[in-house]
């Protein structure tokens, strides 16, 4: 069935480091791909998404591509600060039925 | 902009208990649905609705009812409380138009049974 595989955290790095996030889906057809924010005490929120294959979504900073032929959504920013400090959801979009399937989550720290 | 709006924030609940956590949209949107989230769990969805009128079951219905007699309201209920259910629940709703729709969260209700 379809799913979404991420990396475990936690993910600690220091300010200004280069960040990436592994995430990885398996799925029936052509979803589209998500990475949501979660920071402390909130819901989550859409941080950006893609809905086809070699389309870059980006955000604040962030930048994702979805690459079919490795069925891979990674997240990467080139400097993270300490107010990026969040945990960080991927999502498969199923197009047959609009559900959205969350990886577990990777919770990142940044040291100042 | 309200958006997607969750009561309570926080509960504690004696085993056995029944309440309703409120979920409420003024997005028009068609799509809404309840998550639980657990540590080490990530999310999963409890209950769901394509509109009003319909229901369905998500990946942990067991212990919980949904309804849906509007387009902007879509409480959970908790039949009879149990300390399994302690969790951090998500209300959420979508446009129903494919699978590229953003997901609006609500800010969350802490639930404690004790």
């Known amino acids: 069935g379809d799913s979404v595989t991420q990396m475990e955290g936690p993910v600690t790095l220091s300010e200004e480091a280069f960040l990436t996030i592994n995430c990885t889906y398996t799925?029936?057809?052509?979803?589209?791909l998500f990475w949501y924010v979660q920071y402390p005490g909130e819901g989550l929120q859409l941080l950006l998404k893609a809905t086809k294959a070699d389309d870059k979504g980006s955000n604040k900073g962030f930048e994702a591509t979805y690459r079919k032929e490795t069925t891979s959504f990674h997240l990467e920013k080139g400097s993270v600060q300490v107010s990026d400090s969040a945990v960080y959801f991927c999502a498969l979009g199923v197009r047959r039925d609009d559900k959205i399937i969350f990886g577990k989550g990777t919770r990142l720290h940044i040291l100042p | 902009n309200a958006g997607v709006t969750q009561t309570p924030k926080f509960q504690v609940l004696k085993t056995g208990q029944s309440m309703t956590l409120q979920c409420a949209q003024d997005m028009n949107h068609e799509y809404m649905s309840w998550y639980r989230q657990d540590p080490g769990m990530g999310l999963r969805l409890i209950h769901y609705?394509?509109?009003?009128?319909?229901?369905d079951q998500g990946e942990v219905p067991n212990g919980y009812n949904v309804s849906r007699s509007t387009t902007e309201d879509f409480p959970l209920r908790l039949l009879s409380a149990a300390p399994s259910q302690t969790s951090v629940y998500f209300c959420?709703?979508?446009?129903?138009?494919?699978?590229?729709?953003?997901?609006?969260f609500g800010e969350g209700s802490w639930l404690t049974v004790v």
């Open positions: 959420a709703s979508s446009y129903i138009q494919g699978s590229g729709n953003t997901i609006y």
């Open positions: 609705s394509v509109g009003a009128g319909i229901t």
């Open positions: 799925a029936t057809g052509y979803p589209s």
